[in-house]
T-cell receptor, first 117, second 113 residues
Framework: AQKITQTQPGMFVQEKEAVTLDCTYDTSDPSYGLFWYKQPSSGEMIFLIYQGSYDQQNATEGRYSLNFQKARKSANLVISASQLGDSAMYFCAMREDYGGATNKLIFGTGTLLAVQP | ETGVTQTPRHLVMGMTNKKSLKCEQHLGHNAMYWYKQSAKKPLELMFVYSLEERVENNSVPSRFSPECPNSSHLFLHLHTLQPEDSALYLC????????????FGPGTRLTVT
C-alpha cells in the first residue's frame, strides 16, 4: 500500500525567506508521480508542481522547486522568497502508474504554512 | 479561477434531507472526480468518471450517489447522511484519467445536523 507522510502540521516563515515543506512517500511501484498542491482558506486546491519518478532533474516552477531524493523517498517542496499570499495549507500527493488505469492521487495530511511580515 | 465551479459553496442539511452537489468544468476535460476532505484527514477519493462512465468507486456508502450526465457536469446526490459525513467536498477534473494534473473546484462545505 502506498502512503504519503507530511510530518509538519504547521510552519512559520518570515516574508522573503525560503521554506522547505517535508514529504516522504512509500510505494513499491517503480513508476509514480509526486505532486504538491496549495489550498488557501477559500478551499480550492491549486496545483503547484509535479515530479515524475523517472525525471532526472528536480522540478521547478517559478518560486517552487521540488527536492526529489528518490533513495530516501522524499519529495520536499521548497518555496523561495516567501510572500504573504503563500500562507495556506500545502498537500503532497502521489500517483501510482497502473498502466492504463485511473489517475488516483493519494494525499498527505497537509502542512499549514504561515508567512509572517 | 481554476475553471472548475461548485455549487453550493456551503450546505447545511438534516439527516433526513435529500440534496445534491453540483460541479461544472469549463476546461474541456474528459475525467472528473469527487473527493472528501475531513478535518485532520487526508483527502479521500470517492468517485472517478471518465467520458461520463464511472471508473472508480472507492467503497463509498450508498447514501452518496454520483451522476455524470455529460463530460462537463458532475453531481453528488446526498440522502440520509450522517453527522460524520460533514466535510469539504471537492470536485476535480483532468484532461484524461491518466494525466498528471487535476484542477480542483472551491469545494462545498457540508454540515449534517
Amino acid at each position: 500500500a502506498q502512503k504519503i507522510t507530511q510530518t509538519q502540521p504547521g510552519m512559520f516563515v518570515q516574508e522573503k525567506e525560503a521554506v522547505t515543506l517535508d514529504c516522504t512517500y512509500d510505494t513499491s511501484d517503480p513508476s509514480y508521480g509526486l505532486f504538491w498542491y496549495k489550498q488557501p482558506s477559500s478551499g480550492e486546491m491549486i496545483f503547484l508542481i509535479y515530479q515524475g519518478s523517472y525525471d532526472q532533474q528536480n522540478a521547478t516552477e517559478g518560486r517552487y522547486s521540488l527536492n526529489f531524493q528518490k533513495a530516501r523517498k522524499s519529495a520536499n517542496l521548497v518555496i523561495s522568497a516567501s510572500q504573504l499570499g503563500d500562507s495556506a495549507m500545502y498537500f503532497c500527493a502521489m500517483r501510482e502508474d497502473y498502466g492504463g488505469a485511473t489517475n488516483k492521487l493519494i494525499f498527505g495530511t497537509g502542512t499549514l504554512l504561515a508567512v509572517q511580515p | 479561477e481554476t475553471g472548475v465551479t461548485q455549487t453550493p459553496r456551503h450546505l447545511v442539511m438534516g439527516m433526513t434531507n435529500k440534496k445534491s452537489l453540483k460541479c461544472e468544468q469549463h476546461l474541456g476535460h474528459n475525467a472528473m472526480y469527487w473527493y472528501k476532505q475531513s478535518a485532520k484527514k487526508p483527502l479521500e477519493l470517492m468517485f472517478v468518471y471518465s467520458l461520463e462512465e464511472r471508473v472508480e468507486n472507492n467503497s463509498v456508502p450508498s447514501r452518496f450517489s454520483p451522476e455524470c450526465p455529460n463530460s462537463s457536469h458532475l453531481f453528488l446526490h446526498l440522502h440520509t447522511l450522517q453527522p460524520e459525513d460533514s466535510a469539504l467536498y471537492l470536485c476535480a477534473s483532468s484532461r484524461d484519467r491518466d494525466v498528471n494534473e487535476q484542477y480542483f473546484g472551491p469545494g462545498t462545505r457540508l454540515t449534517v445536523t
